[in-house]
């Protein structure tokens, strides 16, 4: 900051006091282009969303007004023909397989970004490769390779009958199982990237002091080692969670019998049924689940997590 | 110096119980691939004692501590401590805490929960619990804290909450790997006095690592002096500098003058080595490789210390004189350091007190006379 005394002759380049009018085309010019950003493909088309969940589709799939909030009482349950739980369903069997994804993300994950980081540098750098790598095949694809590798003939399928599990000739999919492994394969990097970095900056003599104090392998990984990574597990955690609960893909492709869930509902609206209100409604509400339940965590958990651990 | 004036160090530990050892370590050896960290360590260290570990990084000082509590395994060798051979013994069943280099504080807990967390993992009563973290928090003079994170504390009391979250666990001995290498030499002059009053008053075991030799000097009973994996020499801090073995010994712990030579005979105790400085009489002690009269050419080191060595004025004749040339001189108030051009390219390091009023007469420059007195010559191993 240029102090008041300074000689005139004697400028500061670094935080030089600007006059109002540079301190406007500064800023403009720095944070502009995000919030242009921003405003044309994230602000606009959400605003036109919310705005379009409050329309009226007409006869032919046209949009018009009057606004109504029939969308959102349909939604809850109160169509037409008296109260119909099937929309609340499935938002909650969107949300119960996105917390279930999670879960098993973790589950794996963790163990995973605990080994990857207490392998030599080289082995790190193999493995983080090899965690990334699926990502280089289009999603949709990779969930047909799962049928492939979960079908009749697959080596899963054979070990699995020998072990009496499942019915011999018979593929391991559509199933409740092959839908979480296809989930757990699409998702797990979204969990290991942030937890391994985590774990990477971990600082294992406070896990020793904690041993030296009396502490044994599940109290040192409670006292120590979870407090130490607890931020870079909840992000991953939020990861994971999001893109989980609009997925449909996989349910469908791997749990068969297509279940109705955010997704594809809402895919089903803008297209098939060529309701776009309805379709609006139902991503809001998703979108608004969400939201809610982080900004939750953000006040409430954020802070005390640490602590509740404890 | 000693907290306790007139009783000397390192007898009450060893009172009352002559015969038991507290930690006995008995030829560890420990590698990191191809490189030894220790190279066959034996050690027994007497109940209530304050042993240091000095040695330079890498001397294997860390690893013999791990190793005692248990967050490393020796590949060969015993540990016992209070006589039972803990090698089968997880870290956190030990006897022993460890007040960490870096502290190693939880930093998600306050102070007072870090200071109680060993009693947690005990299950000790919460009634107790804090009955007995008040008592340590005022003990260690960290109850104002309390409440606190470890952020939030400066290096000075982070230090106390972790000898006082060791502490509270009434450990059999205490480990301290380098715990004031952090401070300001300020700050750490007031601690060292505080930990030894600490160890006095609890009587507990502690090994002590550091590398700064005044730090060893001033705090312990007795010290190793430790070397690439192995204990170079083991004594009260008198007789490791007084008497230093090797030339590392010497060179390690303060300044040293080592001087070459070949003995030529003895007379009586005293040994007469042939050096470029003539022959010189040698009477100190510690000196178990002095050559006898069967084997009267062995090349020998010999040692001297600075403040042995005596200024004259030059010319003086008689015995042990070396005649030097005054090549530069660090006047620091109470005394005068010389560093003398003595015969045969050789330098020589002389403190000497400047007991005389006015000019003590030694000159930049100027030929002088170094005494080195026999009894204060010393022949190394090695």
Partial sequence: MAKKGAKPGLEIRFGERLTPARQAVRSALTSGPGILWVTVFLLVPLLAVIAMSFLTRGSYGEIGLPLTFENYTRLAGFGAFGFDPLYPLVILRSLVLAAGTTLVCLLAGFPLAYFIVRLPPRGKQIALTLVVIPFWTNLLIRTYAWQILLGPESLAAKVASALGLAEAGRPLYPSLGAVYLGMLAAYLPFLVLPLYSSFEKLDWSIAEAAMDLGADAPRVLRHAILPQVLPGMIAGMILVFIPAVGQFVIPDLLGGARTVLLGNAIQQQFGASRDWPFGAAIAFVGMAIVMLGLSFYARTAGKDSEEALL | MAVEPGEPKGRQGAAGSALATSVEVEGVRREFGSFVALDGVSLAIRPGEF????????????????????????????????????????????????????????????????????????????????????????????????????????????????????????????????????????????LQVELLALQRRLGITFIFVTHDQEEALVMSDRIAVMRAGRIEQLGDAEEIYERPRTRFVSQFLGTCNLIEGKATRREGLAVLVETPFGELRVEGHGAPATPTPDSPRETLTLAIRPEKVRMSPAGEEGENRVPVTVRELIYIGSETHYLLDAPGGAILTAYAMNARVGSQGFDLGKAATAVLPPAGLLVLDD
């Avoid at chain 2, 805490?97 to 967390?117: C, E, I, K």
């Avoid at chain 2, 509270?168 to 480990?175: A, Q, R, T, Y």
């Fill in chain 2, 51 to 190: 042993l240091t570990l000095l040695g330079p990084s890498g001397c294997g000082k860390t690893t013999l501590l791990r190793i005692l509590a248990g967050l490393d395994v020796a590949d060969a060798g015993k540990v016992r401590i209070d006589g039972q051979d803990v090698g089968e013994i997880p870290a956190h069943r030990r006897p022993v805490n460890t007040v960490f280099q870096s502290y190693a504080l939880f930093p998600h807990m306050s102070v007072r929960d870090n200071v109680a967390f060993g009693l947690k993992m005990k299950k000790v009563p919460a009634a107790e619990v804090v009955r007995r973290v008040d008592r340590m928090l005022d003990l260690v003079q960290i109850a104002t804290f309390a409440d606190r994170k470890p952020a939030q504390l400066s290096g000075g009391q982070k230090q106390r909450v972790a000898l006082a979250r060791a502490l509270i666990n009434e450990p059999k001995v205490l480990l301290l790997d380098e715990p004031l290498g952090a401070l300001d030499s300020k700050l750490r002059k007031e």
